[in-house]
């Protein structure tokens, strides 16, 4: 397992933008894919958005042409950019990594402590 350490949440009006980062530690960054995860008060975990080490993408339809994920390998950091950001996004957002290129969703085993992001109307 890898240690992740996300930042960059917080609170925005609707309509604004917002990006967290996450840093990863160890030496496979590269060849893992990475998501991001949200929980909202009272709902289920569900992926928002994943990369994986060959650089495709998936995005949630709740979130597709608003958010963007990327990676820098070099930096051992994936990225969700957040754009017209709407109530309904206002959850923990986790990082998560999968030790596989593929990061099928059962894949995903490390996970960070989580950043609070509060969209207000």
């Known amino acids: 397992q890898v240690q992740l350490t996300e930042s960059g949440g917080g609170l925005v009006q609707a309509g604004g933008s917002l990006r967290v980062s996450c840093v990863a530690s160890?030496?496979?960054?590269?060849?893992?894919?990475m998501g991001w995860f949200r929980q909202a008060p009272g709902k289920e975990r569900e992926l928002v958005a994943r990369?994986?080490?060959?650089?495709?993408?998936y995005y949630a339809d709740s979130v597709k042409g608003r958010f963007t994920i990327s990676r820098d390998n070099a930096k051992n950091t994936v990225y969700l950019q957040m754009n017209n950001l709407k109530t309904e996004d206002t959850a923990v957002y986790y990082c998560?990594?999968?030790?596989?290129?593929?990061?099928?969703?059962?894949?995903?085993?490390?996970w960070g402590q989580g950043t609070q992001v509060t969209v207000s109307s």
């Open positions: 998560a990594a999968s030790p596989t290129a593929l990061g099928r969703l059962a894949d995903f085993n490390s």
């Open positions: 160890g030496r496979t960054f590269s060849s893992s894919a």
């Open positions: 990369i994986r080490s060959s650089g495709s993408t």
